[in-house]
T-cell receptor, first 117, second 117 residues
Framework: EAGVAQSPRYKIIEKRQSVAFWCNPI?????LYWYQQILGQGPKLLIQ????????DSQLPKDRFSAERLKGVDSTLKIQPAKLEDSAVYLC???????????????FGEGSRLTVL | AQTVTQSQPEMSVQEAETVTLSCTYD???????LFWYKQPPSRQMILVIR??????QNATENRFSVNFQKAAKSFSLKISDSQLGDTAMYFC??????????????FGTGTSLTVIP
């Protein structure tokens, strides 16, 4: 079974530039998550999709961040314009709803490391 | 709202010894799941162990076991016979399932574990 795919793995940009990250979840996983992980901290949820609908984007800085999941499969996270404090690893994850007695598990991609200079 | 607290930012253990990582959480939910995830340096986050809240028996996966105290809202991870490959960040996570939103995960801030040869 293929895992969660993310690209690019690394990106260096200057502040005020834009960047986009792509994620392809595990086939059949209805729920897709974008997390921001700043060095030394835990993952912070930016946005959660259920199929192609947004179910939680309360912590997404909407003035600069946007995300979409067209057709309920792969997803793109965009930052425009980037700020220094956006330097972080952007993790994509997906999960199944689980079955009776077996909870859904969260599967992570390798992450996209963003450095804003 | 759910919160997950890991009060030990850093820990170290001698190889072959046992170490316990602490986690507490706060929730008003009755049905939920708890997880420990491991993130090795510059590598992908992977699941270590999970616990269903409705189960009294503590989960065990080889050298990894948990001490789940539902009333105290405590969920500690014990690693026995520590190995160098256990060096990683460990994240405690709480999950609840919502019929519309899917699985919703909440992460602690992590504990950095170093296994000393």
């Amino acid at each position: 079974e293929a895992g969660v795919a993310q690209s690019p793995r690394y990106k260096i940009i200057e502040k005020r530039q834009s960047v986009a990250f792509w994620c392809n979840p595990i086939s059949g996983h209805a729920t897709l998550y974008w997390y921001q992980q700043i060095l030394g901290q835990g993952p912070k949820l930016l946005i959660q999709f259920q199929n192609n609908g947004v179910v939680d984007d309360s912590q997404l800085p909407k003035d600069r961040f946007s995300a979409e999941r067209l057709k309920g499969v792969d997803s793109t996270l965009k930052i425009q314009p980037a700020k220094l404090e956006d330097s972080a690893v952007y993790l994509c994850a997906s999960s199944t709803p689980g079955t009776s007695g077996v909870p859904g598990e969260l599967f992570f991609g390798e992450g996209s490391r963003l450095t804003v200079l | 709202a759910q919160t997950v607290t890991q009060s030990q930012p850093e820990m170290s253990v001698q190889e072959a010894e046992t170490v316990t990582l602490s986690c507490t959480y706060d929730t008003s939910e009755n049905n939920y799941y708890l997880f420990w995830y491991k993130q090795p340096p510059s590598r992908q986050m992977i699941l270590v162990i999970r616990q269903e809240a409705y189960k009294q028996q503590n989960a065990t996966e080889n050298r990894f076991s948990v001490n789940f105290q539902k009333a105290a809202k405590s969920f500690s991870l014990k690693i026995s016979d520590s190995q160098l490959g256990d060096t990683a960040m460990y994240f405690c996570a709480f999950m609840k399932h919502d019929l519309l939103a899917g699985n919703q995960f909440y992460f602690g801030t992590g504990t950095s574990l170093t296994v000393i040869p």
